[in-house]
């Protein structure tokens, strides 16, 4: 598919989107965070405007997809050997499909901050394709549940105590992950039909002399234009990295000195707004139209204080959002990294914010969501609660309805029907 099929594909699912909306990948119709949603709940509870609630056996992180009436999202034993994807249906929260994808045999252990199924499934019409990391990736019928294709060789150390997190991305014909380990790093484009490879590129920063952990990254590539083309940009280990989508040349890349970045980036003000860093979180503001090591000639401006290291950054009316672990929200002009506020909202936060028209939805660790205007000052409109539990994962939206997943259950949050 060529580069110009490809940005008349974005165009044209971007406009789909906006008629229809399918939640169809991490973040959105658009992986930015926005929804066209013009009537999404302010106020809810345990006891208000939740329509049903729906237990999901095991453990995982993974952020709901939506097609149609299909809800996705993958689980996985606590010990990790064996994995699964559940298919809720959306209006009624009754489960349609329960599947064994996958055993491992020796899983590596991970902590308590991250599960077996953390990275986040990727959905169109009659496909669901399922990613553990370094566990095996399938593609499903969505139908039936059956599986199309399956491959267990993308392997990479993840590290004892990490466990996977990368999610993929279908891009034209293909299907992308980063597979960014201890051992190998590199970006890899299968073909969604079958599940063959259809390009593969190594990250090209010498690595030999880097601390194996500073190798590894969990982050997400995004699309975006490249004059009349696009181009795949996503974070690796101590590198910002951009491939033409076709063929996997890599276009440009810029080093950075950061190690286990999972938040996506996103684009805007014909600027990319990436996370560089785990231990020390810097957001980087970079101009994606150059060629080689753009290393010391297109990053714009740089932000090193209270970034995030799990939360992606929100683009919303002409202004930049973004909170971190501990809590603390920035807002920013993009042009410019100018720090317009800075502000503490309520408990710790790994779920990337979600924008519709006049509001803000900000989800911490402990099911609590905090609302607030798109201003230039921090205004609250509302602070919504369900019972105390942990929420990782970022929540999906269709038409004025919320799908929450908590560590144990899946929400359909808005007005009763």
């Known amino acids: 598919m060529k580069s110009s099929s490809i ?164 891009v034209g014909d293909f299907l992308v992950m980063h597979v960014d380990g201890r051992d190998v790093q590199y970006i890899i484009a299968l073909n969604k039909k079958d599940g063959t490879t259809a390009w593969k590129t190594n990250r090209s920063l010498d690595y030999s002399k880097v601390p194996v952990h500073h190798r590894k990254a969990y982050g997400m590539p995004v699309l975006i234009p490249r004059g009349e083309k696009t181009q795949l940009v996503g974070v690796g280990g101590r590198g910002v990295f951009s491939y033409d989508p076709t063929t996997g040349k890599e276009l440009w890349k810029a080093r950075h000195r950061g190690w286990s970045i999972a938040p996506r980036p996103v684009f805007g003000h014909d600027l990319l707004f990436a996370i560089i860093d785990r231990d020390s979180p810097e957001l980087w503001a970079i101009r994606p139209d150059g060629n080689g090591d753009i290393t010391e000639t297109h990053i714009a401006w740089k932000v090193t204080k209270r970034m995030p290291p799990r939360a992606s950054p929100l683009l919303a009316e002409d202004l930049l959002f973004l909170v971190n672990r501990n809590g603390i929200a920035t807002c920013l002009e993009p042009k410019t990294g100018k ?25 911490n660790e402990d099911a609590i969501c905090t609302v607030i205007k798109p201003s230039r000052k921090l205004e609250v409109m509302n602070t919504n609660a369900l019972a105390r539990q942990p929420l990782m994962a970022t929540p999906a939206v269709d038409g004025n309805t919320f799908y929450i997943r908590t560590e144990k259950y899946l929400y359909r949050i808005g007005k009763p029907q």
């Not at 502000?343 to 779920?351: F, Q």
Request: aromatic share 12%.
């Open 7 to 170: 940005l008349f594909t974005a165009i044209a699912a971007t406009n789909i989107a906006a008629a229809e909306e399918q939640w169809w990948q991490f973040r959105g119709p658009q992986g930015n965070g926005h929804t066209q949603s013009t009537e999404l709940p302010l106020e809810w509870n345990e006891k208000k405007n939740v329509v049903w609630k729906t237990p999901i056996h095991d453990r995982g992180w993974s952020s709901p997809v939506i097609w149609k009436d299909q809800v996705w999202m993958t689980t996985a034993t606590k010990a990790g050997t064996k994995l699964f994807a559940v298919c809720v249906h959306k209006d009624s929260g009754k489960i349609l499909h329960d599947i064994h994808v996958f055993d491992v045999e020796i899983p590596m252990s991970i902590t308590a901050d991250n599960t077996y199924a953390t990275p986040t499934p990727v959905i169109e019409k009659g496909r669901v394709y399922i990613h553990f990391g370094t566990y095996g990736t399938a593609c499903l019928d969505s139908t039936t549940g059956k599986p199309i294709w399956t491959r267990r060789d993308l392997k990479c150390d993840h590290e004892k105590g990490a466990g996977p997190a990368s999610s993929p991305l279908l």
């Open 339 to 363: 720090v317009i506020w800075q502000e503490r909202l309520k408990g710790a936060y790994s779920a990337s914010p979600i924008y519709t028209k006049g509001r803000i939805y900000f989800f």
